[in-house]
């Protein structure tokens, strides 16, 4: 047999072994892996929101990333004004809420969404809307007053 059929035979053997055989390769790992979770105060995460004021959010941008505030909607009974449309990295701008007309005093939901570069964020938070109520001016309020009809005796 000349050199080049014993090369050429000896590739075959070792490309079909090595087909037979696999690569090393593998299709599955399992592995254990520590995980560590924790909590922060709402004012500490990532869009911090601070409730602490009746009738107002504070929230803060902790993000690397300036954000744009993309909505805040509040319950139906209650208004935001005062909503920013951006916030820069650490800072804090404060919403005010207001009831609306035939609403009362009570805790109601906010949600608050924004993004930024790479970031999105939506909050839902509940807050207390303390509604004032119309009390009527001396003008504005009745007395009774007393009638009385002749009688014929």
């Known amino acids: 047999m000349k050199r080049t059929h014993v090369v050429v035979f000896a590739v075959i053997i070792a490309a079909t ?3 037979s055989l696999g690569t090393g390769s593998f299709t599955a790992l399992e ?3 520590n995980v560590n979770i924790g909590t922060t105060a709402d004012s500490s995460a ?5 409730t602490s004021t009746a009738n107002e959010i504070t929230v803060t941008n902790n993000f690397e990333t300036d954000l744009t505030v993309t909505s805040v909607e509040p319950s139906a009974s209650v208004t935001a004004s005062d909503v920013p449309d951006e916030l820069a990295v ?3 701008r404060t919403i005010s809420l207001s ?6 005093s009570e805790s109601q939901s906010v ?3 924004a993004h930024g570069s790479d970031v999105s964020v ?3 938070q509940a807050v207390t809307v303390e509604c004032e109520t119309a009390t009527p001016t001396p003008d504005e309020t009745s007395t009774p007053t007393a009638t009385s009809t ?3 005796s």
């Open 31 to 33: 592995a254990d892996r």
């Open 17 to 19: 072994l090595a087909l």
């Open 99 to 104: 009831c609306t007309a035939d609403s009362q």
């Open 111 to 113: 949600t608050i969404e």
């Open 46 to 50: 990532y869009l911090g929101v601070d």
């Open 122 to 124: 939506e909050v839902t």
């Open 150 to 152: 002749p009688t014929d």
């Open 90 to 92: 650490d800072e804090s």
